[in-house]
């Protein structure tokens, strides 16, 4: 087994003939229902390492949003939620379906959609400045500044004078979306050759990772999974025509937004929930025992409800929490 900590690869050889490579690192998938694209965070599992003798079956990578490793074991366990201590209270925030939940929580199960933005630019473009992976944008602000004129690609520029452009360039894209730039994407029928030097440069620092990765995979069993870079075999892209000349540069936008008022959160599966708003600091209750506070749920709208378990579940946690506690106490202290 070998690992490409640079290009985020694994490299497997079976005992019998052949071999694989498997990619993780940060990827983007698209959501189908939703209309937009979800981070895949994909990880090694911890004993992963060059010259590691693996058995059939043992996890190597794995998604940290949905699973974690086991402490105990060489497994992996699947993450179920959020662990918060929730308060049973008789509040006017927390009438009927409503809760109140606090900031850090609201950060806790906010999410991070992916965005998509498409620019498209011709061959001969000029560009002066352009946002690149790990660049924070926000919705207002320009992704790349550029003109279809034949200016010299070296010319420098200071910031007053891209603004001028922009301003003046009606077709200067803004960013649309509040975030980082995550992934970058580019796709054209015409060759290298044939591009500005600027257009040309952004296209081939695109490419790079990717070609890589073809050239690493050259010998592996499934290659195919890894194409390489370059013009378009066909003339559509998503389902339109792309010019001989033209340039398609797309960028992932991941947004990170928080879990706030108005929005609907689950506790235990079966508690459904409308927030209520969104306090900023701890919530304080009489009992001093119980720290961090996280949530307050209406007493009358769980017993309310046909399924009881969020309440059993709920006060069985507490009991062990507390014998957990004591146990620590008496072998500490």
Same mark, same amino acid.
């Given at each position: 087994?070998? =690992? #490409? *900590?640079?290009?985020k ?22 959501? @189908?229902? @939703? ?5 895949? /965070? ?22 940290s ?27 006017? @925030? ?19 959609? =992916?965005?998509? +933005?498409?620019?498209?630019?011709t061959? *001969? ?18 992704l790349?500044v550029?003109?279809e004129?034949?200016? &010299? ?5 200071? *910031?007053? %004078? ?6 003046? #360039? +009606?077709?200067t894209p803004k ?18 050759? &044939? ?6 440069? $952004?296209?081939r620092s !695109? ?10 995979? *050259?010998?592996?069993?499934? #290659? ?17 025509i $792309? ?5 398609? !540069? ?9 879990? @706030?008022?108005g929005?609907?959160?689950?506790? $235990?599966?079966? $508690? ?12 304080i209750?009489? &009992?001093?025992s ?11 709208s769980?017993?309310? +409800?046909i399924?009881?378990? %969020? ?6 946690e ?7 506690? /004591?146990?620590? &106490?008496?072998?500490?202290?």
């Open positions: 087994m070998e =690992v #490409n *900590d640079e290009l690869t694994v490299a497997i050889q079976y005992k019998t003939k052949g071999g694989l490579v498997i990619e993780y690192g940060s990827s983007v998938s698209k959501n @189908g229902g @939703g209309g937009f694209y979800v981070k895949q /965070n994909v990880v090694l599992n911890d004993k992963i390492k060059k010259g590691y003798k693996f058995k059939e079956g043992e996890i190597i990578v794995y998604n949003d949905f699973f974690s490793n086991d402490p105990y074991t060489d497994n992996i366990d699947l993450v179920t939620g959020t662990y918060v201590n929730v308060a049973l209270v008789q509040s006017s @925030g927390a009438m009927e379906d409503a809760s109140i939940i606090t900031d850090s929580l609201s950060k806790k199960l906010g999410s991070n959609p =992916v965005r998509e +933005r498409t620019i498209t630019i061959k *001969d473009t000029t560009i002066h400045k352009t946002a690149t992976i790990g660049t924070k944008v926000k919705s207002i602000e320009p790349m550029f003109d004129t034949t200016m &010299d690609d070296t010319l420098s520029m200071d *910031d007053a %004078s891209l603004a001028a452009i922009a301003s003046l #360039n +009606r077709a960013a649309k979306y509040t975030g980082t730039v995550l992934k970058m994407k580019a796709f054209y029928r015409c060759e290298h050759k &044939d591009m500005s030097k600027s257009v040309k440069a $952004l296209v !695109i490419n790079k990772e990717a070609k890589a990765k073809f050239k690493y995979a *050259d010998s592996a069993n499934n #290659n195919d999974k890894f194409l390489e870079p370059g013009p378009m075999k066909g003339d559509k892209l998503d389902g339109k $792309l010019g001989e000349d033209d340039v398609v !540069i797309k960028f992932y936008i991941e947004q990170d937004l928080g879990c @706030g008022t929005d609907k959160i689950t506790y $235990l599966a079966s $508690l459904k929930s409308v927030i209520s708003s969104v306090q900023e600091e701890d919530m209750t009489e &009992d001093k119980i720290d961090d506070i996280s949530a307050m749920v209406e007493c009358a769980v017993q309310n +409800r399924v009881l378990g %969020s309440l059993q579940t709920g006060v069985t507490r009991i062990v929490k507390g014998i957990e506690d /004591n146990f620590l &106490d008496i072998y500490f202290n």
